[in-house]
Nanobody, 117 residues
Framework: VQLQAYGGGLVQAGGSLRLTCKAN????????AGWYRQAPGPGREKVAV???????TYGDSVKGRFTISRDTTKNTVNLQMSSLKPEDTGVYYC????????????WGQGTQVTVSS
């Protein structure tokens, strides 16, 4: 199983980026999918989660600016980020957790997002 995350980069405040997480070796249909980020320092912050069945949820700091979606034809989970702020800077990680057994959890390698002021 491998999750490939890409789409990060350097962008000015107010700009947009689209992150993609490509799953290889598993079908995302059976998984809850999410994006998390880690700024310098300990701990990862939830950005957005889309359940296998149900409505997405978002961290308070990104509500109204970010949108998570899944493309089952491409087996990807996407994060559209708009109106980016410097405080959105960090390494973004995708995560898949099995809907039937949360012991099956997979993480991507992370993609760096840097927002300049």
């Amino acid at each position: 199983v491998q999750l490939q995350a890409y789409g990060g980069g350097l962008v000015q405040a107010g700009g947009s980026l689209r992150l993609t997480c490509k799953a290889n070796g598993i079908n995302i249909d059976g998984f809850n999918a999410g994006w998390y980020r880690q700024a310098p320092g300990p701990g990862r912050e939830k950005v957005a989660v889309t359940p296998a069945d149900g409505r997405p949820t978002y961290g308070d700091s990104v509500k109204g600016r970010f949108t998570i979606s899944r493309d089952t034809t491409k087996n990807t989970v996407n994060l559209q980020m708009s109106s980016l702020k410097p405080e959105d800077t960090g390494v973004y990680y995708c995560n898949l957790v099995s809907r039937v057994d949360n012991n099956f959890s997979y993480w991507g390698q992370g993609t760096q997002v840097t927002v300049s002021s």
